[in-house]
């Protein structure tokens, strides 16, 4: 079993910055894709950010320029760098780990979301 647990987020104000965390434990034999989603109230999940375990990374258009996903292979931990805080960036935002266990079976795992609220 894979567990991933997110934390950094919080209450800030529009042009503020946030550095979220997320990281894995349990039974991981290797971790390939990572990243970050978020759903804001009465919206559908939408992807923010992704990066490989080779360090290529993917930006949703509205982010572009002012996140910047990172990842520490050795602790196995992603990093969401939000500078320049909108209010529309309101959301829980939840991490993703395309994990490949011990026993070499893949599964996508996801966290449980940590909140981050830009006031204006």
């Known amino acids: 079993q894979v567990q991933l647990v997110e934390s950094g987020g919080g209450l800030v104000q529009a042009g503020g910055s946030l550095r979220l965390s997320c990281a894995a434990s349990g039974s991981i034999f290797s971790i390939n894709a990572m990243g970050w989603y978020r759903q804001a109230p009465g919206k559908q999940r939408e992807l923010v950010a992704t990066i490989t375990n080779r360090g290529s990374t993917n930006y949703a258009d509205s982010v572009k320029g002012r996140f910047t996903i990172s990842r520490d292979n050795a602790k196995n931990t992603v990093y969401l760098q939000m500078n320049s805080l909108k209010p529309e960036d309101t959301a829980v935002y939840y991490c993703?780990?395309?994990?490949?266990?011990?026993?070499?079976?893949?599964?996508?795992?996801w966290g449980k979301g940590t909140l981050v609220t830009v006031s204006s």
């Open positions: 993703n780990a395309d994990v490949t266990s011990r026993d070499y079976k893949s599964m996508l795992y």
